[in-house]
């Protein structure tokens, strides 16, 4: 355990103002403080404050009360405030910060409480202390306090224990009592555990209980109050009386605190002991007098005596998990698990105590700890956690698919585990843990509404389902609270399953592209598709949407898989969007993506359906026209509405459709429901009636009869016309009118003619013979002769007679037959059998009597079974009639074909030939195909064997039986009859097998040729033409092409590898919608736009420029309109999509009209595209100098002189050469006009002019002069020279004299003439002509040490009083008895000579002279110029160098390295200035400047192979330390300079940014990307609009990154062809923080042109968004945005980002200005100031 001080969030007071109470919230949202003040003051988590409030007392009248403790309630949204005016006050200040705050109960005692808890486990109930001993708790539902234990000594201290289960208190006297809120019920809850040797102030229960008080002692006690252990500090004299104690969350570390320090001990594991971890001191802190632990364990509040509050951070170890995460240990088995991107965090704490031992995340959203007998799971979006008993290896594989159940897959078996719950959810054994082979419901749909009708419905729980594979064609569906299982078997492989929200229909797709809905509750399976390429519930909803082929398939009501609703779409569904009130399927057609709405109102029906909210279904029907479909829907909900008795909505539904017979029953039933009031439907009378519409009548009578309503049962039997019934019950009631009803019922059944009821009726009464007359009377003599058989008055002759003459006429032969047989009269009844054929009587009767006739019979009888179609019974009758061929005919039709066959054997070959084809083709049908040759062989049909064989593909079979019975040339006519039979037929797959069993296959492609099927055609190709291949493709495609079938062509084309074709096939076509689709297809974007352009080019004009805007080519669109002359349209173009292409469009055009020769068009069309230059070079080139002067004057002035400049050339071309110089001196070139008559060799002009205008040039042009004249031999000598100077001293013109005196160059003349010349410019400076002298001395001096003369010019400068200067010629020539004679009597001059002829030993690198003469610095620079750096730095450390001669030497490495060239070089010099310093001077400033142009100017390949970030941050270093030795030796700093700081800053920064990496350092390093764009002129500008535009696509800053890369794209282009006037500022002209700069790079920063063109296409692709803003935004929209950094602003800079900084963010550190939130995100990362490189920490 480390406590790491982390901040103050109270200073201490000068006085006594004590903290007497903290109290962190279960949330860790809130942090409670009270001091002596009594005013509660609320931090949040980052420990700023946020909200405070006067407690207040318990009468009214001054406030002389202490609060002696706080406690929040478990759910943070309550703080108890314990008072020493004898009251406890709850406060409710609610979850979030501005809650209003409000007293919500008071507890008011008769003693000053002393002490307060809110255990964990008791929500509404705090457990306080009181000075008089007693133990109370109050209960806030009741606001009464009850006493749990009372004792006889004060109350000093009282904790719970870590999970609120129990109580300790400490007493005055040493006592320690413990109380267990379970053994409330059962007894004495209250124990005197320990005694305590003292007052025991400081009370703790963790692990174990630690008590310490004013002996210096620290004892743990266990739980029955043994001593575990005792820490003694009696001897330590720092250790005082100990004051307060509080555990950690898992109770495993405790801090006790003391004066001026607090102690910690942490429990040791492994022993099960405690062990103390230190004693934190902390000076000045006084007495610690209140500890709280933050309930995540990483926080712990210290308050003290004097009023502070000091933030420690409490932790074992921390770390960074990809970082994206960071893991904070807080003990071994509870971890803070927090995300750094946004701060949500989880802890990981193990509820048995074990040691988290590992810890991943997956999908950067769910945390899987690992201990050593558990797994915790949470998942960071939801905050739920949970562990569950673990003892696999670790091999597990986890599964993320469901959002509320992580899936570990273990050996085989998968187990499921619901965030927040600590118990396995359920395990199955599967092997697949694919996401389409398994689906997972968590309660993912509300439980059903139960009905306010139906109180006996069962509540629906949760709903908790999973559907797997038990193997690849079984599916199991699970349900986890039930454990119920439903199995589902497939006679195909699974490839896909899915259930609904609710988990009751399982959706499932084989490999035949199948479709399947199964019903778990009714275990019903439909099929709903075949061929099915994509299928996916609706969210929330039981509606599935399928696509087959070119459909989409929806079923709004999935109970009826019959009702789909059918979209034709082109392309594939991709997904399913739900929103905002919509559902919407995506389909990607290609080239776009459509969307297909569908019919919200009939999905959320279902949903409402399902959710049995009927109320919600009706308001959607009744916004909707009826149709097929709106009524099924009010069909269904009528079904489902009277199953679950809402009569009100069944009777909407009725009427809604039509049905007003119902809706009038509904009417009346729901009247009765509301007459009945509570009751409802439960009254006898709505459930009769609700009986009696379902049906129900026996129902509708018990209830009725129940109700003693026999009337009302009767009439209803009678209203439905069921007499019978009526009749009964009223008998059954002793009904007054039963006798009544009955003969009323008799009489009119025989009033209606209804006979057969009434004899019926006469029947049951017993009355037979008046039956049996009803019965003939009603044409029912089998019902007449059933009564005399059943009632046996077969005695009645006469009766029989009439009953069989009844039953003869009927057609009841049979029947009659009987009757005859009874009376005797055998020859009718065998008759009366015949013709009623009942043949079986009849064949019994003739085997009695007429025995003749059996055989007869017989065979009637057989043949009459064949006529009823019973073949089969007329087999026997037929052999037994002795007819051996109607029986096997029989048995042919019976299909009794071994019987037949059986028969057949008996035959002679020829009879039987018919029959075995006939069995033969039986057998073929029943696929008994070797029975079926068999017979084919016997009736010698051969070829119809073959046949067989050959249609069902049996083509070795039918071969081997072929050449058995025929000859090769007879196999092969038949198998190509047979294949063209087959091919005229249809059946062209065994055509192509019949031709290819020949070895035909050119018949076989000839058939696929003229039947059409190409793909069949080009498949046989391949594997026997494989020469033909290409060639048949092209045929195809060129005859498909003929036909006008384009996209088949098209397939064949490409096929051939011919795509082009198809493109111009297309083209030629004028589909170009196709040729588009296909260029795109095979030969990527830039083809694609190939063709569009041709198409453009093919439409041309205003039309091409249009289809290239459809296209969505905005930028080529305006291109090809500028270049097609339709320049109206291009600015339509660019005004309403590309408006930063307006200045080229008005250039482009103001080129055209200037080529068109309409001038003054072309001036107005440069002026709007702001190149008023270009309008002024077009009239110049016109030599139309008043236009161009207007138009210079107007809107260029800075070009009127270039106007004057190109008018005086052209005067000069004409030799006009006055007219010329006045124009040249109108434009204040006085210089050109010189040149122009130097060049025209007018030397009198040009000296006058240079007289007149440049007399400062007099001298130079006098040479010049005078070097003509030597040229052209008029001039030149030594003669010449002095001559010339005589001339001038004679008209004393000194100057003009010495001048020309000075003409004298050394190219011209030997040295020792050149010196006597200009000694005698000398001599008439010395005496006619001062104010030259030291000029003059100077110009000769150098001249004469240019010829080497240097003693004579040593003597020149003697002469001139310029002693130093002497000496340092004499120095330079090397002349050192010269030197020391002009130095002789001054001793800094002797000095300075000896040095120098010590550098001249230098020169000479004499090394081991210099040092034996003891000139190290001499030996240093010899070293230098070696470049030995070695042994120089060796010999500054051994001779103890100051740091300034070391910088010197870094300096002079540096340059070193410079001159070589840099490069990586430049690495070790800027290493060598970090490591020895650098000369703080601006004499190296050219060094400084080369060194960070150098090193920040490296393009990206040089980089990588260079340690780039440590050295831009050692420059850094330097250039800092060289600043700010500036600044503190002269009082300022040179701008460059610190220019070449801040660029550097920056660049270091944002090196660091993107190293650290994260949100935050994603969001700094794109400011400052943006800020280093202002130092373009230091780092190359491509590479820094390069990076703050690649870093701002990462960050989704597209509009900006947009702009920013197109710069680049410009600067590479610019680059590429070395012209700055490429680039158009236009975008940047408003960024006033970003100078524009025309010095292009050397080199591209991106070196390989790959990269560069991937710039350049995703600037193509995002100018085409419409979307894409591609302007910045003005200067007052982007304060407070990214775009800030592009503006110059008032405001103080940002040392961490360079943006301006609000007043109110502004935060002064370290002599920089930085805002507060950049600053303190930078050093939470870095640990240090940003600017002095100073440890720091962040100052929220």
């Known amino acids: ?158 904790s719970p224990n870590t999970d609120g289960t129990g109580t300790v208190s400490a007493h005055l006297d040493g006592s320690i009592h413990r109380f267990i809120f379970a053994e409330a019920g059962g007894g004495a809850a209250n124990t005197k555990i320990a005694h305590h040797p003292c007052v025991p102030y400081a009370l703790a229960w963790g692990h174990n209980i630690v008590v310490a ?96 509050l000091d933030q420690y951070d409490a932790c074992i170890r921390r770390s960074r998990y990809k970082g994206k995460f960071e893991f904070t240990y807080v003990s071994l088995s509870q971890v803070i698990v927090k995300r750094l991107s946004n701060g949500t965090r989880i802890i990981l704490k193990s509820l048995y105590g074990c040691e988290i031992t590992k810890i991943n995340i997956f999908q950067d959203r769910y945390v899987i700890g690992n201990t050593s007998e558990t797994l915790l799971l949470g998942d960071l979006e939801t905050l739920k956690l949970s562990e569950v008993q673990w003892h696999a290896p670790g091999k597990e594989k986890f599964v993320f698919d469901n959002p509320s159940v992580c899936m570990v897959y273990h050996a085989g078996e998968l187990s ?31 439980p059903r509404q139960a009905s306010p009708d139906d109180p006996n419905a069962p509540p629906e729980g949760e709903n908790k389902q999973i559907a797997y594979l038990l193997d690849t064609q079984t599916i199991n569906v699970k349900d986890l609270c039930a454990q119920a299982n439903a199995t589902v078997n497939h006679d195909s492989k699974v490839d896909w399953l899915e259930l609904n929200s609710r988990g009751n229909l399982l959706l499932f797709r084989d ?27 609706v969210p929330e909803s039981d509606v599935v949407v399928a696509q087959n082929r070119s459909n989409l398939c929806v079923w709004y009501n999935i109970h009826a898989p019959d009702q789909v609703t059918v979209h034709q779409i082109r392309g594939d569904v991709e997904e399913i969007e739900r929103g905002d009130g919509r559902t919407e399927v995506i389909v990607d057609e290609g080239i776009s993506a459509a969307s297909y709405l569908l019919d919200e109102a009939l999905i959320q029906f279902g949903g409402a359906i399902d959710d049995r909210d009927y109320v919600k279904a009706i308001e959607i029907l009744e916004t909707l026209e009826m149709s097929p479909e709106a009524e099924g829907m009010w069909r269904q909900l009528s079904d489902q509405a009277m199953a679950h008795s809402h009569i009100a909505i069944a009777e909407r539904c009725a009427a809604a459709l039509g049905d007003v017979s119902r809706a009038r029953y509904l009417h009346r039933v729901n009247k009765k429901v509301t007459e009945a009031g509570d009751i409802g439907l439960d009254h006898w009378s709505v459930r009769a009636s609700m009986a009696i519409l379902q049906k129900d009548l026996r129902q509708a009578e018990d209830v009725l009869l129940a109700q003693g309503q026999t009337d009302d049962t009767i009439a209803m039997y009678k209203t439905v016309h069921q007499f019978d019934e009526a009749i009964a019950v009223a008998e059954s009631r002793k009904h007054p009118d039963a006798t009544r009803m009955r003969q009323d019922y008799f009489q009119h059944l025989l009033d209606t003619r209804q006979e057969e009821k009434a004899a019926m009726f006469k029947e049951n009464e017993q009355d037979y013979d008046k039956a049996i007359s009803l019965y003939l009377q009603g044409g029912l003599p089998a019902k007449a002769a059933n009564v005399i058989k059943t009632r046996n008055m077969m005695g009645n002759t006469q009766l029989l007679d009439r009953v069989a003459t009844a039953l003869t006429s009927a057609g009841l032969h049979d029947r009659a037959g009987e009757f005859y047989e009874e009376m005797d009269q055998l020859q009718r009844a065998l008759d009366s059998y015949q013709k009623g054929n009942a043949y079986r009587q009849a064949v019994e009767l003739s085997r009695r009597h007429f025995p003749s006739q059996v055989v007869e019979l017989q065979e009637a009888w057989g043949d009459w079974l064949v006529s009823q179609k019973q073949i089969d019974m007329a087999i026997n ?127 076989a492609i000839n058939m696929y040729k003229k039947q059409r099927k190409y793909d069949a055609m080009v498949r046989l190709v391949a594997s026997y033409r494989k020469e033909l291949l290409k060639e048949t493709h092209q045929f195809l495609a060129q005859h498909l092409e003929s036909e006008g079938n384009l996209r088949e062509a098209e397939h064949h084309y490409c096929e051939a590898g011919e795509w082009l074709s198809a493109v111009n096939m297309y083209r030629s076509n004028d589909v170009w919608d196709e040729a588009i689709r296909v260029a795109k297809l095979h030969g990527g974007v830039n083809a694609s736009k190939r063709v569009a352009y041709a198409w453009a080019l093919a439409l041309g004009g205003e039309a091409g420029a249009k289809l290239l805007t459809k296209l969505g080519l905005i930028e080529p669109a305006i291109e090809y309109a500028m270049e097609s002359g339709a320049f109206d ?216 040490r240019e010829v080497r003369r240097h003693e004579a010019a040593a003597e020149i400068l003697r002469e001139a009083q310029q002693l130093e200067s002497a000496v340092e010629c004499a120095m330079q020539g090397e002349c050192w008895e010269k030197a020391r004679e002009l130095a002789q009597g001054q001793r800094a001059l002797e000095d300075r000579v000896e040095k120098a002829y010590q550098s001249f030993l230098v020169n000479a690198e004499n090394t081991d002279g210099l040092l034996e003469l003891g000139h190290t610095d001499a030996a240093l620079d010899v070293l230098a110029k070696g470049k030995e750096w070695d042994r120089l730095w060796e010999m500054t450390t051994k001779n103890r160098c100051a740091a300034p001669v070391l910088a010197k030497y870094a300096a002079v490495r540096m340059q070193q390295l410079l001159d070589e060239g840099g490069g990586r070089r430049l690495d070790e010099g800027v290493r060598t200035l970090f490591k020895y310093g650098a000369p703080a001077s601006l004499q190296y400033m050219d060094m400084y400047r080369d060194v960070t142009k150098g090193v920040l100017g490296r393009n990206r390949v040089q980089e990588e192979e260079a340690e780039q970030a440590r050295t831009v941050e050692c420059l850094r270093d330097v250039l800092y330390k060289v600043s700010t030795a500036l600044k503190g030796s002269s009082g300022g700093v040179d701008p460059e300079l610190e220019q070449l700081l801040m660029a550097t800053h920056y660049a270091n920064l944002f090196n660091k940014c993107q190293t650290e990496g994260g949100r935050d350092m ?179």
Not at 1589 to 1597: A, P, S
């Open 1129 to 1344: 349209h291009a600015f339509e173009l660019a005004r309403s999509s590309l408006q930063r292409k307006l200045p080229e469009i008005h250039l482009k055009h103001a080129l055209y009209l200037e080529d068109e020769e309409k001038y003054n068009e072309a001036e107005d069309e440069f002026i709007n595209a702001n190149k008023p230059r270009e309008a002024i070079d077009m009239y110049v080139h016109q030599q139309d100098w008043a236009n161009a002067m207007r138009v210079a004057e107007t809107y260029d002035p800075s070009a009127v002189s270039d106007v004057y400049v190109a008018e005086a050339r052209a005067a000069a071309d004409r030799n006009e050469y006055p007219r010329a110089e006045e124009l040249f001196l109108m434009a204040s070139k006085p210089e050109l006009a010189l040149a122009m008559y130097q060049d025209a060799q007018m030397w009198h002009e040009a000296l006058a002019l240079t007289q007149t205008h440049l007399p400062h040039k007099l001298a130079e042009v006098n040479m010049a002069y005078q070097s003509a004249q030597a040229s052209r031999g008029t001039g030149g000598s030594k003669t010449d020279f002095l001559a010339t100077g005589r001339m001038w001293e004679n008209s004393k013109q000194w100057s003009n004299a010495v001048d020309a005196y000075l003409n004298a160059r050394k190219d011209a003349l030997p040295a020792d003439e050149l010196e006597e010349i200009w000694e005698c410019a000398v001599r008439i400076a010395r005496t006619e002509l001062r104010s030259r002298y030291p000029e003059v001395v100077m110009e000769v001096t150098r001249r004469l």
């Open 416 to 446: 499921l585990i619901e965030y927040g719950c600590n118990e396995v959810l359920g395990s199955v054994r599967t092997e697949h843990i694919s996401g389409h082979l398994l689906s997972v419901r968590i309660n993912e749909r509300p």
């Open 1 to 158: 355990m480390q406590l790491t001080y982390m901040q103050s969030l109270m200073q201490a007071s000068d006085g006594i103002h004590k903290v007497t109470a903290l109290a962190y919230s279960p949330s860790d949202k809130r942090l409670a403080v009270c001091t002596v003040d009594r005013i509660v003051t609320l931090f949040d988590e980052n420990g700023e404050k946020r909200d405070k409030f006067s407690t207040k007392p318990a009468d009214k009248g001054p406030k002389n009360y202490v609060v002696r403790a706080m406690a929040f309630s478990p759910d943070s949204s309550r703080l108890a405030i314990a008072q020493s005016d004898n009251i406890v006050f709850v406060y409710k200040l609610g979850l979030e910060w501005g809650d209003k705050k409000s007293i919500c109960n008071k507890f008011l005692q008769s003693s000053p409480i002393t002490a307060l808890v809110w255990p964990m486990s008791r929500p509404n109930e705090v457990v306080y202390g009181l000075a008089e001993g007693k133990v109370k708790i109050g209960v806030l539902r009741s606001n009464k306090p009850a006493t749990l234990y009372t004792t006889d000594s004060y109350v000093v201290a009282i």
């Open 877 to 1003: 009758h037929y052999i037994e009639a002795n007819c051996s061929t109607k029986a096997i005919e029989a048995a042919l039709n019976a299909r009794q074909w071994v019987k037949a066959a059986q028969f057949i054997e008996n035959l002679d070959t020829e009879s039987a030939k018919p029959y075995h084809k006939q069995l033969a083709r039986h057998y073929e049908e029943s696929k008994q195909l070797e029975q079926a040759e068999k017979f084919y062989v016997a009736a010698q049909a051969t070829q119809l064997a073959v046949e067989m064989y050959t249609k069902n593909n049996l083509w070795e079979k039918a071969h081997k039986l072929a050449t058995s019975y025929m000859s090769e040339r007879e196999v092969g006519m038949l198998y190509i009859s047979q294949a063209q039979r087959m091919e005229a037929q249809g059946k062209l797959k065994e055509a192509e097998r019949l031709y290819l069993t020949v070895n035909e296959p050119d018949l």
């Open 213 to 308: 008080g004013n002996d210096s002692q620290v004892v743990f006690y266990d739980q029955d109050g043994g001593v575990e252990r005792t820490f003694d500090y009696s001897n330590d004299p720092k250790c005082k009386e100990f004051s307060c104690a509080a555990f950690n969350p898992t109770g495993e570390s405790v801090v006790v605190g003391n004066f001026d320090s607090f102690y910690t001990y942490t429990l040791n594991n492994r022993t099960e002991t405690w062990d103390d971890v230190g004693v934190k001191s902390v000076p000045n802190l006084y007495t610690v007098t209140a500890l709280a632990w933050k309930h995540d364990g990483s926080r712990l509040a210290v308050g003290a005596l004097t009023g502070v």
């Open 1562 to 1740: 994603a969001e700094l390093a794109t400011k400052i990307s943006i800020t280093l764009l202002r130092y373009n002129t230091v780092i190359p500008s491509d590479k820094v609009f390069y990076q703050a535009g690649m870093i701002c696509k990462e960050q989704n800053q597209t509009n900006l990154a947009f702009v920013l890369l197109n710069r680049y794209v410009d600067l590479t282009e610019a680059i590429e062809e070395g012209d700055a006037g490429m680039i158009d500022n236009a975008d940047f002209s408003a960024a006033t923080n970003v100078p524009f700069t025309d010095v292009l790079p050397k080199w591209q920063y991106l070196p390989e042109e790959s990269e560069r063109e991937g710039v350049r296409d995703w600037v193509l692709s995002v100018c085409m968004d419409a979307s894409v803003d591609a302007a910045l935004p003005p200067e007052g929209q982007a304060q407070g945005t990214i775009y800030a950094g592009l503006y110059a602003s008032d405001l103080a800079t940002c040392i961490v980002t360079g943006f301006p900084v609000a007043k109110r963010d502004e935060m002064q550190v370290n002599n920089s200005v930085a805002n507060k939130r950049d600053w303190n995100l930078l050093v939470s990362k870095t640990k240090a100031c940003p600017w002095t490189g100073k440890a720091e920490s962040p100052a929220w």
């Open 511 to 537: 490999k035949r592209r199948h479709l399947h809905l199964y019903d778990t509750e009714s275990q019903t399976r439909h099929t709903l598709l075949n061929f099915c390429t994509y299928v996916q519930w």
